[in-house]
C-alpha cells in the first residue's frame, strides 16, 4: 500500500530556508512520483510541484518559480522539498504525497508544519 | 482563487445523501477521465477517496461515489454519517497549465 513519513516542524526566520524530508516505504519507490501540496492555516490545498523518482524530471508551479528544488535519493527511498527566501506567507503544513501518472495521490504523509517567523 | 469551482459547504442530516460539485475547464476536468477526491478530516492529512472519476480505491466505502458530465464533476455520498463530517477537495491535472489543480474545498457538514 504504502507509506510517507515525513521530517518533523521548523520554525524559520523570514529569509531563510527549509528542508522537509518525505521517507517511503512499503512500494517500489522509482515506480512513482512524489508530489508536494502546502496548505495555510485554514486555508485549502495548493501544488507545489511534483518530481519523478525514476528519473528526478520536475514541474514547479509558476509561483515558486526559482525559490522551490525539489530532489530524491533513491538509495534510501527519500524525496525533498527546500524552499527559500521565506516569506510569512510560507507558513503552512507541508504534505508530500505519491503521486500516478498525472491521475491521483495517495497515500500523502503525516505533514510538516513550517512557521515563518520575522 | 482556485482553478477547479466548488460550494464552499455543502450540510445534511445522517442517512441522507449529498453532491458536491467541481466545476473546471475543457483543460482539465472536460478533458480528461483522471479526476480525483481527497476527504481531509479535521487535523488530519488529506486521503485519496475517489481516482479516474468514479474509482474507489480499496478500503473506501461504497457510500462514495464519483461521476462527470462535461466539465463537471461530482462527489456523492449516500447514507450520511457524523463521520464524513470533513473537507472535501477535487483534483486534476490541467493541461494548459501544464500544472495540478485543486478546488477551493467544500466542507461537509452533518447535521
Known amino acids: 500500500q504504502g507509506q510517507l513519513v515525513q521530517s518533523g516542524a521548523e520554525v524559520k526566520k523570514s529569509g531563510a530556508s527549509v528542508k522537509v524530508s518525505c521517507k517511503a516505504s512499503?512500494?517500489?519507490?522509482?515506480?512513482?512520483?512524489i508530489y508536494w501540496v502546502r496548505q495555510a492555516r485554514g486555508q485549502g490545498l495548493e501544488w507545489m510541484g511534483w518530481?519523478?523518482?525514476?528519473?528526478?524530471?520536475?514541474k514547479y508551479t509558476e509561483r515558486l518559480q526559482g525559490r522551490v528544488t525539489m530532489t530524491t535519493d533513491t538509495s534510501t527511498s527519500t524525496a525533498y522539498m527546500e524552499l527559500r527566501s521565506l516569506t510569512y506567507d510560507d507558513t503552512a503544513i507541508y504534505y508530500c504525497?505519491?503521486?500516478?501518472?498525472?491521475?491521483?495521490?495517495?497515500?500523502w504523509g503525516q505533514g510538516t508544519l513550517v512557521t515563518v517567523s520575522s | 482563487q482556485s482553478a477547479l469551482t466548488q460550494p464552499a459547504s455543502v450540510s445534511g442530516s445522517p442517512g441522507q445523501w449529498i453532491t458536491i460539485s467541481c466545476t473546471g475547464t475543457s483543460s482539465d476536468v472536460g478533458g480528461y477521465n483522471s479526476v480525483s477526491w481527497y476527504q481531509q478530516l479535521p487535523g488530519k492529512a488529506p486521503k485519496l477517496i475517489i481516482y479516474d472519476v468514479a474509482t474507489r480505491p480499496s478500503g473506501v466505502s461504497n457510500r462514495f461515489s464519483g461521476s462527470k458530465s462535461g466539465n463537471t464533476a461530482s462527489l456523492i455520498i449516500t447514507g450520511l454519517q457524523t463521520g464524513d463530517e470533513a473537507d472535501y477537495y477535487c483534483g486534476t491535472w490541467d493541461n494548459s497549465l501544464s500544472a495540478w489543480v485543486f478546488g477551493g474545498g467544500t466542507k461537509l457538514t452533518v447535521l
Open positions: 518530481i519523478s523518482s525514476y528519473n528526478r524530471a520536475t
Open positions: 512499503g512500494y517500489n519507490f522509482p515506480d512513482y512520483d
Open positions: 504525497a505519491r503521486g500516478w501518472k498525472l491521475k491521483w495521490l495517495d497515500p
